[in-house]
């Protein structure tokens, strides 16, 4: 195997970078095997600031998560959530929080229902699963506060299935007002097995 040597930052590699079988890079997304990185930048431009909504509506599509895995590895059939950072530079505005889902449908429209069909992987809906004792905790996750600038982490330990690619921020309490200023940044850890 031939040794690469790198002059400048990783960063300066990122477009599109392959360290040898299984561990790659690009742009916002580096895989290392099954494990994957994967980030994501949210808006709420596009929210509909003249009606109302519900719990499990959907604010915003994000994107989509990779299914790619190095050939050797068994076709995968489900993800599974280990982290999900979520940086929130420009608060929402009113009162406005919610969670993340997946979903096996693209182009959900914003205000219409996303999380009945599909699975919550952020938010009080998740029973996260306790790795030290490898079943799922009797403690839930809490939902993400779009109104409150800075970090929040998440360690939901979840899985969902393969065919639920599409990321998407939902809302869990009504919202009646004008959140289109809200900005945020959504860091993805998980695997496909």
Not at 34 to 43: A, D, E, L, N, W
Not at 81 to 104: C, E, K, M, Y
Not at 138 to 146: A, C, F, P, Q
Request: aromatic letters at 8%; charged letters at 15%.
């Amino acid at each position: 195997m031939a040794t690469t040597t790198f002059t400048k930052g990783i960063e300066a590699y990122e477009d599109n970078v392959t360290f040898g079988t299984g561990i790659t890079g690009t742009g916002l997304l580096h895989s290392f095997g099954t494990r994957k990185i994967q980030t994501f930048v949210g808006s709420l431009a596009d929210t509909d600031t003249a009606s109302a909504y519900a719990d499990g509506d959907c604010l915003v599509e994000l994107g989509t998560l990779d299914t790619n895995t190095p050939s050797t590895i068994v076709t995968p059939t489900k993800f599974f959530i280990h982290r999900a950072l979520v940086f929130i530079t420009t608060v929402a505005g009113p009162t406005l929080v919610g969670g993340l889902a997946l979903n096996p449908t693209s182009g959900i429209a914003t205000n219409a229902a996303v999380v009945s069909s599909g699975t919550e992987i952020v938010g009080a809906g998740v029973a996260s699963f306790n790795p030290r004792i490898s079943a799922t905790d009797s403690v839930t996750e809490i939902d993400l506060d779009l109104d409150a600038a800075g970090y929040h982490i998440f360690d939901p330990l979840v899985q969902a299935p393969i065919a639920n690619t599409n990321l998407y921020v939902f809302a869990t309490t009504t919202l009646n007002g004008n959140a289109s200023a809200g900005r945020f940044t959504v860091e993805l850890e998980y695997s496909v097995h």
